[in-house]
């Protein structure tokens, strides 16, 4: 009789535990603020993660848990994390690190565009006599190995006649390679807008920037998700791209300008240094999420990038949520563009039967594949309604990509 009460008193404890497990959400980013600070700083991703954007999109679902991880180790280490099943998504993984991953065997999935043209800054010590890049030959300087950081500087050396042979490299990550650079242990660095707070302080010298050179240089990253994780939730990994498309909007909006820069000093840099670093840029010419020609261009000269590192125009559960939303405007589009969905914009009823001309009389076209035209600053996107403003229908193909012309 005993064992009979103790085995009911057990069957109602289990039939009153949870029925649902957990549902863990887990986010890589490549890098860290000054200082390892877990906080990212000059994209969308550092956007979403301090307004708490993913975390917004799941309300909805109680059992979801989102973590969010800072790599100091940057893609490589990101890398490793994939590998042993430790993250579902990697928002902000660069083009090196993406296809060598890929190339490795992880499984992912490319789902937007996390950041380009980033500038690039060749620092050295105040009293260098070094002057230009050419300068560099045979000389030690810091740079962040298996990194994207490392393939803009390839791109660098290449177009002003060198190449990784001709320097004597030393593989630091971002934090060792100013302590090293200030120290006097390289003789030069390559890297972000983390140097330009220095060089006003007058602790090192900016010789170069990517910023007055050929405008197809730079950093490019992305937002990667694993293929088990897209496979198992595609409502979850469509919950995740909306989450972060909201973060581009508000990021590349230029009335949230300041804003964008005193939420990214939550990393450790003074806003004056996002301020200089975007001089005369508008914010939506790196932190668009269109995956247009330039992108495709530049991740398949970095590598090759497999048409499998795409998202899969069959078998993919997400992509069939939304296939028929996708706009094919445009010569040479990427089919990596389930992304654009989230918008759920309407073609203004003015606009109807206009032709594809923007008021101010520029003829609309999609960028070429060598290079995303600057916008210039103070050219304003179309007033449209707000990210998951109630839709009847879908909108026209024509006008979305148009709207991301402008917009991004």
Partial sequence: MKFAHIAALIGGLLASAPASAETLIRIGYPGTGIDDRPYAYGDYVAVANVQKLVEAEFKD??????????FRGAGPALNESLAAGQLDF???????????????????????????????????????????????????????????????????????GLAEKDIRFVSLDSNSATAA???????????????????????????YSTKNDDPT?????????????????????????????????????????????????????????????FKDERLAHRLSPVVDDFIMARYKRSGGARQSLWPDQEGRRHRQLVRDQVPQAGPGRPEARELLVHLRLERPESDRGRSRTHQSGEQLRWAPATARPRLAMGTAPPVLPPIGAASSRLPAPWFLAWWCRWAF
């Fill in 61 to 70: 679902v109680p059992d979801a848990k989102i973590t969010w991880t800072f």
């Fill in 90 to 160: 990697a928002a902000g993984l660069g083009d090196l690190p993406s296809i060598v991953g890929r190339s490795r065997g992880l499984q992912t999935k490319y789902l937007a565009s996390a950041g380009s043209h980033d500038a690039l800054y060749l620092a050295v010590p105040p009293d260098s006599q070094l002057k230009t890049v050419e300068d560099l030959k045979g000389h030690k300087v810091a740079q962040f190995r298996g990194t994207n950081l490392q393939i803009a500087t390839d791109r660098v050396l290449e177009k002003h």
């Fill in 181 to 207: 650079l200030i120290s006097g242990n390289v003789e030069a660095s390559f890297g972000g807008s983390e140097y330009l707070d220095l060089a006003k302080r007058g602790a090192v010298k900016i010789i």
């Fill in 217 to 277: 240089l730079g950093r490019n990253a992305g937002l990667l998700v694993t293929a088990e994780f897209e496979k198992a939730h595609p409502e979850f990994t469509a919950k995740v791209v909306r989450a972060f498309v909201k973060g581009a909007r508000f990021g590349s909006d230029e009335a949230n300008r300041q804003a964008v820069f005193e939420l990214w000093s939550k990393a450790g840099l003074p806003v004056e240094s996002f301020e200089a670093d």
